[in-house]
Every structure is written in C-alpha cells, then in structure tokens.
C-alpha cells in the first residue's frame, strides 16, 4: 500500500501471502515498492515493473498478485510487462470466499460480490483474458476465475446486472429463514455468544475448546460466511449459544461488506461478543482496529450491542510484554491459550459475568 508505513507494507505483503497460500497457490517470491500514490499506468510504475518482470521469469511465477486494487487499464499494462496474469488482493479474497462459501445463502453473497467486482472490469478483463490464450496462463483453474466461470465473465453489463438483480431477490428471500432460526433461539431464551475476529486469530480452535465440537481447524487464513453455532455452558449450568463468524482481513473488500452484512446482523444481536486476538501476530492492535471497523460499518460496535469480551490468544506463544501492554490497553480482556488450555476456566468465569439471565417467558393460554 502506499502510504503506509514499511513495516505496515510488509505485513500486508505477509498477509497477502497467507491469503494466496489459502486459496492453494504457492507463493514463490515478493516484490515491494514505496510509492505516495500509485502508477496511474503500470501501478508499480515501469522500472519496478521491469524488475518483477525478472522476478517472474527466474521463479517461474505464473501469477502476479497486486497488494492493492488495479484498474482493468493498470492490470492490462502490468501483464503486457510481466507477461503472466495478474490479479489483485479484492480478486483472491473474493475467490477465497467463493471456494469457503457453503450454505446457499453464502453462495449467492459471494456470487453477488463476485459479480458487483466485475461489472466495471468486464472489458478489461475480457480483452486481456483472450489476449492471452496460449500464453503462460495454465487454465481457467486458477486464483480469480473460480465462481463467476470465464463464460459468465463473457456476458454483457446487462445481463450481469439482471443476474445480479436476481441473486439480490433470491438472498432477500432467503432472509425469512435465518430470521425465523435466529427468533426461535431468541425465544427459547438462551443467551448468545459470537466468536469474531481476525481470521487465524484462533476462533475455531476456542469455539472446539469451549463446546468440545470437532470444528475444522486450519492453519490457513480460513474465510466463511456460515457461522457454526453451538451450545455450551458457563460454570453456573446455564446454557448459551456459541456461534462461530466471518474472520476478518485487512482491506476487507468493499462488496465483501455487503455480503457480510447479514451475517454480522447477528453479531450484533448477540449479548456478548468474544473478540478474539491472536497476541502473538506482529501488529494485534491493527488486527484489533480492523475487526473494529467493519464491525461499525454495519452498526454493530458500541451503542446497545452485545458486551464485548477481548480474549488475548495465542499466550503460549506471545510476548509476553506484548501481552501486558495489550492488557492495559483492552480493560477486561482475558489472556488465553485455545492451544494449552491455559485461561479457558477463566474465560468461561468472565463470560458468566456479563451473560445476561434468561427472562422466564410464560406462555398464557387463554381458554
Ligand atoms: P480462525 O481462523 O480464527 O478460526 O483460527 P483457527 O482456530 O483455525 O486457528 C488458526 C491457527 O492458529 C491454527 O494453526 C491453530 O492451531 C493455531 N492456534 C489457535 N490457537 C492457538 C493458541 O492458543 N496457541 C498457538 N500456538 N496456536 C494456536
């Protein structure tokens, strides 16, 4: 990114690789460049480009990703230099949800993302996709061409949008369901606790601590828009809902939010919220304030959501001077370890404080 700080770039750039390692490449080489504002043309500008040109060739890459988003003309411009395909980070975390997305509902968000995406780029990508039969592109298979497949791409603005406009019906439709399964949890009167953060913080493995469910875990930045949902207990006996939410990227794409949107209505919902932290990343308060703003970008954070419990993870192999210094600064957090089990007990102790006693709701027959 540009104006960021080195070490910032370069931590995107480590994210960036994670995030292409999930979506099943294997990333051989990075190039960084320090720009104030992007190459209107190449956006590397042409001597970088050059010299990722060169990093290509001898790696033997046969795909660029772009920390940042392109123009179809600067996506054009940096293939015609690299000769190999380049996409850019909106383009591999959209396909990372497309490969994620399980339930129809998920399908149909990713879809519409997907599509909200391509509909500016449509002529450029077309160009430059035809433009390369027979290069060193290998297949359709790869990262940026899963989901909307290449004879979707294909098709005119129009009926992309009339595609569109039916997956906004369908996803519309499709509301009532999550809505009437979200009510009846309400009205059973069990207090509900969501697990979100940053994505690899160690939601998955806390969500299998604290219910003993075999929820897939995975080292690898693991993106889903179907949250799981569990019961468990505090110490007291009473029962809550556990659900598992979307793990969180920096940059998160804009249609991405839109998309989440949904599943984010049940954050905030919920009575409390697990914010968990992975305390042994390099940069955890940017992971933090990132979490934080999409949170409020769908109205989730502060005012009359849920209680927000910051659980520091990863103890076992943080820093812990890291780990006092963020104590300070989240009041309330808890310090645990998904791994050694180290907090779990008091974890379970501070989320007993701030859930709220079911009501007793009396169903009056009237005779
Ligand atoms: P999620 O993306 O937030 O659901 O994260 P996961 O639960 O899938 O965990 C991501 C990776 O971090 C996995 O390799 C876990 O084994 C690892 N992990 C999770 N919790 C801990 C922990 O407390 N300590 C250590 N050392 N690793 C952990």
């Not at 697990?195 to 003993?212: E, Q």
Request: charged share 30%.
């Amino acid at each position: 990114s540009a104006s960021a700080s080195a070490e910032d770039a370069e931590n995107s750039l480590r994210e960036l690789a994670a995030l292409a390692e999930t979506a099943g490449s294997t990333v051989l080489d990075g190039v960084l460049q320090r720009r104030d504002t992007p190459d209107p043309g190449t956006w590397l500008g042409s001597g970088k480009a050059k010299e990722l040109k060169d990093v290509v060739s001898a790696s033997g890459a046969d795909t660029v990703i772009a920390d940042g988003e392109l123009s179809p003309s600067q996506r054009r411009a940096l293939e015609d230099i690299v000769k190999v395909k380049v996409i850019d980070r909106t383009a591999l975390i959209l396909d990372i949800f497309a490969q994620h997305a399980k339930s129809k509902e998920g399908k149909a968000q990713v879809e519409l993302a997907q599509l909200e995406y391509l509909l500016p780029r449509l002529r450029g990508w077309g160009e430059s996709m035809s433009r390369q039969a027979g290069g060193r592109v290998a297949g359709g298979e790869g990262i940026g061409s899963r989901g909307p497949g290449e004879t979707k791409i294909e098709l005119d603005r129009r009926r992309i949008r009339t595609r569109m406009a039916k997956l906004r019906r369908e996803i519309k439709e499709m509301r009532p369901a999550r809505e009437t399964r979200r009510q009846s949890r309400r009205r059973g009167a069990v207090p509900s606790v969501v697990i979100a953060g940053y994505t690899n913080a160690g939601k998955s493995s806390l969500l299998n601590r604290l219910t003993g469910a075999g929820v897939l875990v995975e080292d690898a930045l693991f993106a889903t828009l179907d949250p799981t949902v569990r019961r468990s207990e505090v110490p007291d006996g009473r029962t809550m809902t556990l659900s598992d939410t979307v793990g969180f990227v920096r940059s998160l794409p804009t249609q991405l939010v839109e998309a989440f949107r949904s599943t984010l209505e049940e954050v905030g919902e919920a009575d409390v919220l697990l914010h968990v932290v992975d305390a042994s990343h390099p940069d955890p308060e940017g992971q933090i304030s990132a979490v934080r703003d999409v949170l409020a970008e769908v109205g989730t954070h502060g005012g009359d959501g849920p209680v927000e419990v910051v659980v520091l993870n990863k103890c076992d192999q943080a820093d812990p001077e890291v780990v006092s210094r963020l104590l300070r600064r989240e009041r309330g957090s808890v310090v645990v370890s998904a791994r050694t089990g180290e907090g779990l007990d008091a974890l379970r102790e501070r989320i007993g404080e701030v859930l709220p006693h079911p009501e007793v709701l009396v169903d009056v027959v009237v005779p």
